[in-house]
């Protein structure tokens, strides 16, 4: 039977067998990634996306034999480092995903990979620090420590030693934090509103406020409440709440991540019991809720309520636009709108439905550029893959700056924020939940 090129069929995602003997198999995982290098090498068509595909392909070409079987098997990590699971490959550009028969899950398998080197070697101080966002955050929005935090991360003398010291390079941007958070903020905002059924949604949402939503942009989650309450729909925020445990997926740190989902799963699911649907401010927070913590417990029926509550904001409001429970009256104009469609949100599988919201307000058109700003989380901010999430950034930057828009957004603030600081025509980065907020004049 002739092997079939390409798959017609919609991508079916396999559940992550983490807790079985051959997961962690290191032999097993080195046959895996030769199989699959070799299908990549014989591909190339994801080599635009990241370095992880470039990596492979000069590994691969400046071997003896050219093919995958001459590149030493120790530089197969080399590969996994460039990784920062966004998902693009499979989702967007790979023929080889399952259902068909070679069963290439690209970023699954780098996930593999990096747990079982963190099991076996751990990972630099540094890391464990960038990916420790929630502790990071009640540290730095402790009163008088806040202030001096935020002062050094503006010292160009700190930040040089910053750099030397702990690989955070000294130009990239690096959040603010808030003493005032947004779970401080929100607590006064909640309003009585009946929940009015809709489309598949309650009306009654609880808003998971996430690390960088609570201590570094507490007032986009302040826009949340303000805009679906104007919509008619009762918002609380979720009583307690950890970090989501993407940034340590990213790490392959998945003992950190099973303690995280055991003390958020429960809260969450709670929550959907009582009738509430979930969201979050950003989209990587939703996609680990409805895709990764899913596929590592398929069989947690908790882990699915969660799953089957949580929307995407936007979803949520064109969900309820469609049967006319969305106002359309905009005092305000937004002209023109760059749009970066993060990475976590494209893998979603929702369509555009930010810029769908946001072309309702008259006299604005929202332009969506489908390329990766290439931050990645912690990816932008490494003294070591800096220079290359910047040329990994530079084909959007360049189109926003070809457009010289009114405002530049993403779903995804740190993305914005990336961009912006490239850019020569845009100053800020305005989160859309923001620019829906002004153009309703709230």
Same mark, same amino acid.
């Given at each position: 039977?002739? %092997? ?20 962690? /198999? ?32 000069? =590994? ?20 996994? /480092? ?10 967007? @550009? ?19 990979? @990096? ?14 620090? =960038?990916?420790? #966002?929630?502790? %990071?955050?009640?540290?730095? #929005?402790?009163?008088?420590?806040? !202030? ?5 991360? @503006? ?81 609380? !925020? ?9 940034? @340590? ?29 979930? #969201? ?55 002209? /023109? ?9 494209? %893998?979603?599988? !929702? ?65 914005? %924020? ?25």
């Amino acid at each position: 039977m002739a %092997v079939r090129e390409g798959s017609l069929e919609a991508p079916t995602r396999h559940p992550i067998e983490w807790k079985s003997d051959q997961f962690w /198999d290191k032999q097993d995982l080195e046959q895996e990634l030769e199989r699959v290098y070799d299908i990549c090498h014989g591909c190339r068509r994801c080599v635009s996306l990241c370095d992880s595909f470039p990596t492979l392909f000069d =590994l691969v070409d400046e071997s003896d034999t050219m093919e995958v079987d001459g590149v030493d098997k120790a530089d197969y990590i080399k590969v996994v /480092d460039q990784c920062y699971m966004c998902d693009l490959c499979y989702m967007t @550009k790979c023929p080889y995903v399952p259902p068909h028969e070679w069963n290439v899950d690209f970023p699954h398998l780098m996930l593999r990979a @990096k747990a079982q080197r963190f099991k076996e070697e751990g990972v630099p101080f540094r890391d464990k620090v =960038l990916t420790n #966002t929630d502790g %990071v955050g009640k540290l730095a #929005t402790i009163p008088l420590v806040d !202030i001096t935090v935020n002062a050094l991360n @503006k010292s160009t003398g700190f930040r040089k030693v910053l750099e030397s010291t702990l690989g955070v390079h000294q130009e990239a941007p690096v959040p603010e934090y808030h003493r005032n958070t947004l779970r401080k903020r929100a607590a006064g905002m909640v309003k009585p509103i009946e929940p009015v059924p809709m489309n598949g949604t309650t009306g009654k949402l609880a808003l998971y406020a996430t690390c960088y939503g609570n201590y570094n942009t507490p007032g986009i989650g302040e826009d949340f409440m303000k805009v679906f309450q104007h919509n008619g729909v009762m918002i609380d !925020i979720v009583p307690r709440e950890a970090c989501c445990g993407m940034p @340590k997926f990213d790490l392959g740190d998945l003992e950190a991540v099973d303690t995280l989902k055991q003390q958020n799963i429960p809260v969450l699911a709670r929550l959907a019991d009582e009738g509430y649907d979930l #969201t979050a401010p950003i989209p990587s927070c939703v996609l680990m809720y409805k895709q990764e913590l899913p596929l590592l417990y398929p069989d947690d029926p908790e882990v699915q309520k969660v799953k089957e509550a949580f929307f995407d904001p936007f979803e949520y409001l064109w969900l309820r636009h469609k049967e006319g429970g969305l106002k359309t009256e905009f005092p305000n104009t937004l002209g /023109d709108v760059a749009w970066q469609v993060s990475c976590h949100l494209r %893998v979603q599988n !929702i369509g555009l439905k930010t810029r769908d919201v946001l072309n309702l307000v008259p006299d604005t058109e929202v332009h969506a550029q489908e390329r990766c700003s290439g931050h990645d989380g912690t990816y932008a901010v490494k003294k070591e893959t800096r220079a290359k999430s910047i040329k990994i950034g530079r084909p959007i930057v360049r189109k926003v700056d070809q457009l010289e828009p009114k405002y530049l957004a993403s779903d995804c603030p740190m993305a914005a %924020v990336h961009i912006a600081n490239l850019s020569e025509k845009v100053d800020e980065a305005t989160h859309p939940m923001t620019l829906l907020r002004m153009a309703y004049g709230l």
